[in-house]
Structures are given as structure tokens and as C-alpha cells.
């Protein structure tokens, strides 16, 4: 019997498609809005595009998802990171089709950080440039960077492709941050980002996906599975890479946010906002182990506390992490815990094979199969 169980939320709980959708858009708009790079492309950008659009905006960019299942494999698995690894991989290919008219102003360009304003210069070149959306995977493949070193891996490759030396590409950036909050606009809306920001988006016009959530199971099946494991006295808790209001709303209206103790629940705002306090510690996202040793520690723990627990720890075999990915599982053996995957992510069934290969604990269908390996 386990004392804790740890959910993902993505993948676990929650459909992931109509945050790989998003993705697809903020890479899209990056690329072709004129509030940023501005590269005429078809479908020319628009803030509410339709279904077709999307689908075909999906395929393109992640070259019919064989960038995302890349990125995945190597231990990424928050969207906000896999729009900045998309982004700036184009990026680096239209500065080495300018680099013929605009060597020295590459090289400038590079030798100091990244920003909107850098990409407002970038979009009066005149070059001809079409995005490269299938060769992500082969430039990245020549190297073996895992995990958050897969962003400065992007160093390497603009050394490659420019012949130019450049360390400005990292997960703490100016560029990160656009691709964050542009990605934030698609997901949540224009209204529902003012409101949990505070703020007014760059782009006006976008719906949202917030509403298009879809449950992995049916939502009755999933509050019975919960009950389920609070009347065995089993702590519930959540380490998420999705941002807090698109964690708290979705679960509240499925009726299973009073399951998990409020205190346990820890998303990417507040990995964010660690991150910012404490930045000689970051990356601290996932695979990073942070995200599920505050979740079981509890919210209230101070970080410092949280940065000083031995890993891994004594009574890891106690706890039980529930994910669909890798970042998932090398977060759960830093800790020294066991590993329950779920086959209802990106890859589904075929997904199998690889958690064999990586020696996950349990492999299960779906979520409610996990009540099964309580109760042997």
C-alpha cells in the first residue's frame, strides 16, 4: 500500500491535444504574425482559426507529431518548453538564410539576449525564408542533450548552422518568456488572460482552448477511482506542468478538485515563480524531481526545506507517481519512488514498449487501473 499517489495531470487525467494544439499556434503565430517575426506563410496568420486550420497547423509544425514525441523521449514535457524549442529552431534556420545579406548584424544580433524588440528588427529583413518544420528532429538527433539541456542544445546548433559561437539561448530568456506568455493568450483566451494576468495579450482576438478540455476517462468513472483511493486513507496529490487556473478549473468542473489536498497541489506557476526566487536553482520543471517533492511535502513547506531533502528519499517506496511520460518517470526515480504509466498520452499503447525499456513499475491502460495494483 502507498502512502501517496502523485498525478500528472496531462496525459493522466486530462486529454493533452488541445494543449499540442496551442503549441502548433503559438509556433504558427511566432513565425508569421506581424507582432513577431512576421514571414509570410500559408495559411496567413489569423487569431481564430478554424478547425482545419488547426489540424493543419498541428501537422505542419510538429511534423505530424514526430517533433513532439522527440522532445518527449528526451525528458521535455512542458509546452511551454517544447513552443521555445519550436520557435527558436526556426528561428535559427531564417538567420541562416539571412546570414548571406546580414552576417554582421547576425553576429550582433546574437552576442546579446533575445527579445520582441530583436524580432521587430528581424522582420524588416528582406529574406527569403520558409520554415523547416520537418528537419527539427535530424539536427537535434546529432546530439545527446536530455531533459532542460535539450534548450541549450539549441547553442550548438546555431553554432552549426551559422558558424557563429552564441550562448543566448536558454530556458531563463527574454525569447522564453514570449513564447510563455504567447502560448498562455492561445489556451486561456483573450479574456481569461486578463484576468488571471492582469494584463492585456499582444493579440486580441483568440478564444481559448480552456473550454475544450476533455477528460482521459468519464468523469463519474474518475470521482468513483478517487473516492476510492481517499477511503483507503491514501494522500492525493498533483505535480503538473500545466499553469494553475488551466490545473484548478478543468478538475473542478470534472468534480474531482476536492479529492486532492489543496496543499498538494503544485502546477507550473508555481515552478515559475520558485524559479524566480530562487534562480541559481532552476530549471526546476520537470523532469526535474521539484515538482513532485513540494507536491508531497506540501505547498506550505518552505523551498529551502524542499531544496534540502536527500534524494532519494528513505521512504521513497511509499510513494507512487502516476505519469504518461518520461520526464514523469526520471522525476520519480531521482526521488527514489515508484512509477505508474499510463498509456493514454501522445503515444498511446505504443507507448508501452519504451516504459518496458525504462523499467516503470507499473504500466497501466489508463488511470483507473491503478486502483487494481492497491488491491492485489
Given at each position: 500500500m502507498f502512502r501517496a499517489i502523485l498525478f500528472d495531470v496531462d496525459g493522466v487525467l486530462l486529454s493533452e491535444e488541445r494543449y499540442f494544439d496551442a503549441s502548433a499556434l503559438t509556433v504558427w503565430e511566432l513565425v508569421s504574425s506581424p507582432l513577431y517575426l512576421g514571414k509570410d506563410m500559408e495559411p496567413f496568420f489569423r487569431p481564430n482559426p478554424d478547425e482545419t486550420i488547426i489540424r493543419r497547423m498541428r501537422r505542419e509544425?510538429?511534423?505530424?507529431?514526430?517533433?513532439?514525441?522527440?522532445?518527449?523521449?528526451?525528458?521535455?514535457?512542458?509546452?511551454?518548453?517544447?513552443?521555445?524549442?519550436?520557435?527558436?529552431?526556426?528561428?535559427?534556420?531564417?538567420?541562416?538564410?539571412?546570414?548571406?545579406?546580414?552576417?554582421?548584424q547576425v553576429a550582433d544580433m546574437l552576442s546579446r539576449p533575445l527579445t520582441a524588440d530583436t524580432l521587430d528588427v528581424f522582420r524588416t529583413w528582406d529574406v527569403d525564408f520558409q520554415?523547416?518544420?520537418?528537419?527539427?528532429?535530424?539536427?537535434?538527433?546529432?546530439?545527446t542533450a536530455e531533459k532542460q539541456a535539450l534548450l541549450l542544445d539549441l547553442n550548438r546548433i546555431a553554432q552549426e548552422r551559422l558558424g557563429l559561437a552564441c550562448d543566448v539561448f536558454s530556458r531563463h530568456s527574454p525569447l522564453w518568456?514570449?513564447?510563455?506568455?504567447?502560448?498562455?493568450?492561445?489556451?486561456?483566451?483573450?479574456?481569461?488572460?486578463?484576468?488571471?494576468?492582469?494584463?492585456?495579450?499582444?493579440?486580441?482576438?483568440?478564444r481559448g482552448f480552456l473550454h475544450d478540455e476533455i477528460p482521459i476517462v468519464p468523469p463519474e468513472e474518475m470521482r468513483r477511482f478517487f473516492a476510492r483511493l481517499r477511503e483507503m486513507?491514501?494522500?492525493?496529490?498533483?505535480?503538473?506542468?500545466?499553469?494553475?487556473?488551466?490545473?484548478?478549473?478543468?478538475?473542478?468542473?470534472?468534480?474531482?478538485?476536492?479529492?486532492?489536498?489543496?496543499?498538494?497541489?503544485?502546477?507550473?506557476?508555481?515552478?515559475?515563480?520558485?524559479?524566480?526566487?530562487?534562480?541559481?536553482?532552476?530549471?526546476?520543471?520537470?523532469?526535474?524531481?521539484?515538482?513532485?517533492?513540494?507536491?508531497?511535502?506540501?505547498?506550505?513547506?518552505?523551498?529551502?526545506?524542499?531544496?534540502?531533502?536527500?534524494?532519494?528519499?528513505?521512504?521513497?517506496?511509499?510513494?507512487?507517481?502516476?505519469?504518461?511520460?518520461?520526464?514523469d518517470l526520471m522525476a520519480a526515480r531521482s526521488m527514489?519512488?515508484?512509477?505508474?504509466?499510463?498509456?493514454?498520452?501522445?503515444?498511446?499503447?505504443?507507448?508501452?514498449?519504451?516504459?518496458?525499456?525504462?523499467?516503470?513499475?507499473?504500466?497501466?491502460?489508463?488511470v483507473l487501473q491503478v486502483v487494481n495494483l492497491l488491491e492485489k
Open positions: 509544425v510538429f511534423d505530424n507529431d514526430n517533433v513532439l514525441n522527440f522532445i518527449k523521449k528526451r525528458g521535455i514535457n512542458a509546452n511551454w518548453d517544447m513552443v521555445y524549442l519550436a520557435f527558436s529552431y526556426q528561428l535559427i534556420r531564417f538567420l541562416e538564410a539571412a546570414l548571406p545579406r546580414y552576417r554582421s520554415p523547416r518544420w520537418a528537419e527539427f528532429v535530424s539536427d537535434f538527433a546529432r546530439g518568456d514570449l513564447c510563455q506568455e504567447t502560448f498562455q493568450e492561445w489556451y486561456l483566451g483573450e479574456e481569461k488572460y486578463r484576468q488571471s494576468t492582469g494584463q492585456s495579450p499582444r493579440q486580441t482576438g483568440k486513507g491514501i494522500e492525493l496529490g498533483i505535480g503538473t506542468g500545466r499553469p494553475t487556473v488551466e490545473t484548478m478549473e478543468p478538475l473542478a468542473a470534472l468534480g474531482i478538485l476536492d479529492y486532492f489536498s489543496q496543499d498538494r497541489i503544485i502546477t507550473a506557476s508555481d515552478v515559475l515563480e520558485t524559479e524566480r526566487r530562487f534562480p541559481e536553482r532552476a530549471p526546476l520543471a520537470k523532469p526535474q524531481p521539484y515538482t513532485y517533492v513540494k507536491s508531497l511535502l506540501g505547498k506550505n513547506t518552505p523551498d529551502e526545506d524542499v531544496f534540502a531533502v536527500p534524494l532519494p528519499l528513505e521512504t521513497g517506496a511509499d510513494v507512487l507517481i502516476v505519469g504518461d511520460s518520461v520526464a527514489g519512488c515508484r512509477f505508474c504509466a499510463t498509456l493514454t498520452g501522445l503515444s498511446g499503447a505504443a507507448a508501452r514498449a519504451s516504459f518496458e525499456k525504462l523499467g516503470a513499475d507499473y504500466i497501466v491502460d489508463d
